[in-house]
């Protein structure tokens, strides 16, 4: 059956139409799904009982809890949810002061490859749609304390842009949450023609992962270097104007021994320079059976100061949720290893 959350405005009102209703309750039914927070059709209150007894026979509500939460000691929870049968994703809270940051996955597995990457070992098994994507927020038991959005989970959200870019607009309506992109960064690795859909499309902010400058070093790292090739998208980002509130900012992972040299530092400098725009240094939450090992604190801060010497502002996330390896991907994976052995 289809599910309701996650239609837009004229989608609800075709169906309010379907449902024997004016054109008009479809915003009514936006207003219930999206802004009153409610569980069941029984909740709409102020749609009649024949539209609310058609909508139940026809449509899933498509509100469903997380199945499972893994909390860690520094405030940090993943929580899982099941989207289809055997088919799970991972949304990550992470509260900071008075900040609460909420990680979202927009695809079950991802094609790309990353070599350093939980998800990318899954493969790709599905996009998400829409209502998947924002019930990961919509569910989850701290949904007041949210204050950001950041697509950044399992999936790359630029190979899923139409749904993607759907739920951006559900977010950001007047009809929807009502929410401010400027509370909403999407991360991606560099799909350049969705990307610039984006840059046209939306006011949110953009993040991009670079992990290296380095052309042959950064294909082994990201295969996407292969088809876009982190100087073309680069060369596409200084098409558009920067200097409003929409936010550029560049992620880099940092692995030992692999991207965190002085010689990275300074061609990551010659890439960036002409960006008024934040670097994230990361450190590396090793995965399992992985060659790959994070950066001592001590080279990151050296790194860090390189770029911060010629201008760059560089940050050093901090780390979170190490205990409950926050990296994405590996608890929906261990669910679905689980499921395997199961069945089987
Ligand atoms: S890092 Fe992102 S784009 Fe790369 S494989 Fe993982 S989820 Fe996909």
């Known amino acids: 059956m289809e599910r309701l959350y996650g239609k837009d405005i004229e989608e609800l009102k075709a169906i309010a139409l379907e449902a024997g209703l004016k054109a008009f309750a479809g915003k009514q039914l ?21 539209a609310r007894t058609y909508l139940q026979e026809h449509y899933e509500l498509g ?134 859909q984006f840059l046209d499309d939306s006011k949110a902010h953009l993040a991009i992962s670079i992990h290296s400058p380095f052309d042959d070093e950064r294909r082994k790292l990201m295969p996407i270097q292969q088809v876009f090739p982190i100087k073309d998208v680069i060369k596409t980002l200084e098409d558009y104007d920067w200097r409003g509130q929409r936010r550029l900012s560049f992620e880099y992972i940092m692995f030992s021994g692999v991207n ?7 061609e990551l400098v010659k890439l960036l320079s002409r960006f008024k725009s934040r670097v994230n240094l990361i450190h590396f939450h090793p995965i399992p059976d992985s060659p790959l090992i994070g950066s001592s604190r001590d080279r990151m801060e050296k790194f860090q100061n390189i770029l911060k010497d010629k201008g760059l502002m560089t940050t050093i996330r901090k780390s979170r949720g190490e205990d409950i390896l926050a990296a994405c991907g590996l608890l929906s994976t261990k669910e679905k290893v689980k499921k395997i052995e199961v069945d089987y």
């Open 30 to 50: 936006a207003t219930w799904l999206y802004q009153k927070h409610i569980r069941s059709f029984d909740d709409m209150t102020n749609i009649s009982k024949n």
């Open 63 to 196: 509100i469903y809890d997380p199945i499972k939460v893994d909390a860690s000691q520094d405030g940090t929870k993943k929580y899982l949810y099941q989207v289809v049968k055997d088919h799970y994703v991972e949304a990550a809270y992470i509260p900071d002061g008075e900040r609460a940051t909420l990680c979202l996955s927009s695809q079950v597995g991802c094609k790309m490859g990353c070599l350093f990457c939980m998800t990318a070992r899954q493969g790709f098994q599905g996009h998400l749609d829409a209502g998947e994507i924002l019930n990961q927020l919509h569910s989850l038991p701290e949904f007041d304390n949210i204050t950001n959005l950041v697509y950044m989970g399992m999936g790359e959200p630029l190979d899923n842009w139409i749904q993607v870019k759907k739920s951006i607009d559900i977010l950001t309506s007047d009809w929807g949450y009502a929410m401010s992109p400027r509370r909403i960064t999407l991360s991606t690795i560099g799909v350049i023609p969705a990307m610039k």
């Open 260 to 266: 965190d040299s002085p010689d990275h530092a300074q």
